[in-house]
């Protein structure tokens, strides 16, 4: 059994997603980050690192644990043998578009979100730097999906792993030049009109709802 500890984020949303189209029966364990419990010492023998989501799946055996997203999407990918070629230039081109939101546009998107919403201390450059550099990179995919349906040729881990933090960005930055990636829109709309996407994201805003009271 897959135990998947989660929460409703743009990272959290990931794996519900990748369970989801891949078939996979698991049970959903919400981690309210708010409250701290990423950083409890139960948490913390699954990710050292302090940071939903992560994976356990029991074996026989032993139990395997997995952590940090975008490992989570490969792990269940090989393990299915979905949403990723097992080979070939289709493989390299997943991964590349997989590893550019993991080292793109998660870490500038949370940190203008961060600095513009959260932080104790506005600061205008910090603000605008992850701001316009946030907006570059979403044009960046939308400039690759004028001509294609899907990131990297058929539905793969590269749109999953893509779509919540695209989903965040151009709804927060649509007034601020967001708005013009109609490409990109249009993928957002493809991807989220996918019923595993529907039914992913249904489940994460019940068991938030649930788990707050």
């Known amino acids: 059994m897959i135990n998947l500890y989660t929460w409703q984020t743009p990272n959290g949303e990931k794996p519900v997603i990748m369970l989801e189209e891949c078939g996979l029966d698991y049970r959903l364990h919400m981690i309210d980050?708010?409250?701290?419990?990423?950083?409890?010492?139960?948490?913390?023998?699954?990710?050292?690192?302090?940071?939903?989501p992560a994976l356990v799946e029991q074996g026989e055996a032993s139990n395997q644990r997995v952590?940090?997203?975008?490992?989570?999407?490969?792990?269940l990918a090989e393990k299915t043998g979905k949403f990723l070629p097992s080979q070939g230039p289709e493989r390299v081109?997943?991964?590349?578009?997989?590893?550019?939101?993991?080292?793109?546009?998660?870490?500038?998107?949370?940190?203008?979100?961060?600095?513009?919403?959260?932080?104790?201390?506005?600061?205008?450059?910090?603000?605008?730097?992850?701001?316009?550099?946030?907006?570059?990179?979403?044009?960046?995919?939308?400039?690759?999906?004028?001509?294609?349906?899907?990131?990297?040729?058929?539905?793969?881990?590269?749109?999953?792993i893509n779509f919540g933090w695209v989903r965040s960005g151009i709804s927060g930055l649509k007034d601020q030049g967001a708005g013009q990636?109609?490409?990109?829109?249009?993928?957002?709309e493809r991807v989220g009109s996918r019923p595993a996407v529907k039914t992913a994201l249904d489940k994460l805003d019940q068991a938030k709802r649930a788990k707050s009271g």
């Not at 952590?67 to 792990?75: D, K, N, Q």
């Open 33 to 52: 980050i708010s409250g701290g419990e990423q950083k409890t010492p139960d948490f913390l023998a699954i990710n050292p690192n302090g940071k939903i």
């Open 67 to 75: 952590f940090e997203s975008g490992s989570i999407l490969i792990y």
């Open 93 to 160: 081109e997943t991964l590349s578009w997989t590893f550019f939101q993991v080292g793109n546009t998660g870490p500038m998107l949370g940190q203008w979100h961060h600095f513009d919403s959260a932080a104790d201390e506005r600061l205008p450059y910090a603000i605008g730097r992850y701001r316009d550099e946030s907006i570059r990179l979403l044009g960046v995919l939308d400039s690759h999906l004028k001509d294609r349906e899907y990131l990297a040729g058929d539905y793969s881990i590269a749109d999953i």
């Open 181 to 188: 990636f109609s490409a990109l829109m249009d993928w957002v």
